[in-house]
């Protein structure tokens, strides 16, 4: 693939034909790339999707898929592999291997399941009625679950430690931000029990919800994703249940 500012304008892959949508967007090196705003990123992936489904919508309305998703996907070098790259200029020959490949999955749904799950940066991204085209050209949806944005990664699996914990628990892991340099790297996390914005009726992600909600058939069930009881009260408060 050709390197770019904004790589993850020219790898995607749509498949129709066999009633199957996957994108799989390549956002490159976080080794060779510098400061990369991974928000801004998924944004546009999320606007792609959108783009997508409106067109679908119109020139395809018929055409329903049994498996739909949106990975973003970037490579990550651990330490050695990193000092290489800063000392030659160049990965060795045999990088990158799988344990180097980092993954967002923005969305994702399988006609077995049922069940669309959504990322938060989803949810946050997409225009209001983006998951109700979605749905609609679902094969046989009767759930939508709502969950962090995840950060896919076994860079660090086995090894213990300080880098390992932070790839499983921070929204910020340091290896990213201080020892690679991308300052502006952040995983979003869903918020329904507690405001953190400053505008709308509940401060937080039940204000996109409940908008979204209006838009999709109400046969369609909304879940969190492994909910404490204290979000589940936050979402029936909002009339989500």
Not at 49 to 69: C, M, Q, R, T
Not at 111 to 116: D, F, R
Not at 123 to 148: A, G, Q, R
Not at 209 to 231: C, H, Y
Request: with cysteine.
């Amino acid at each position: 693939m050709k390197k770019n500012k904004y790589p993850i304008f020219d790898d995607f892959e749509i498949e129709i034909n066999k009633k199957k949508a996957i994108f799989h967007f390549d956002g490159g090196d976080l080794g060779e790339r510098k400061n990369i705003d991974n928000n801004e990123e998924i944004a546009t992936a999320v606007q792609k999707i959108h783009n997508f489904i409106v067109e679908h919508n119109l020139a395809n309305n018929g055409k329903k898929f049994d498996s739909f998703g949106c990975l973003l996907s970037y490579t990550i070098p651990n330490h050695d592999q990193y000092n290489f790259y800063l000392k030659n200029k160049k990965y060795e020959a045999d990088y990158p291997y799988e344990s180097n490949y980092l993954h967002f999955d923005l969305l994702h749904y399988y006609k077995k399941e049922k069940t669309l799950w959504v990322a938060c940066s989803f949810l946050e991204d997409s225009e209001t009625h983006s998951l109700s085209l979605i749905t609609e050209h679902l094969t046989s949806i009767n759930k939508i679950k709502f969950d962090d944005t995840m950060l896919n990664c076994n860079l660090f699996a086995g090894y213990g430690g300080e880098d390992e914990d932070e790839f499983e628990y921070s929204t910020r892991p340091k290896y990213i931000t201080n020892t690679l340099g991308h300052k502006k790297w952040h995983h979003p996390v869903l918020f329904i029990d507690e405001p953190v914005w400053d505008d709308g009726l509940f401060k937080n992600h039940l204000d996109l919800l409940v908008e979204v909600r209006k838009f999709i058939d109400p046969k369609i069930k909304f879940e969190i994703s492994g909910a404490s009881e204290k979000e589940k009260k936050s979402f029936e408060s909002a009339g989500l249940f």
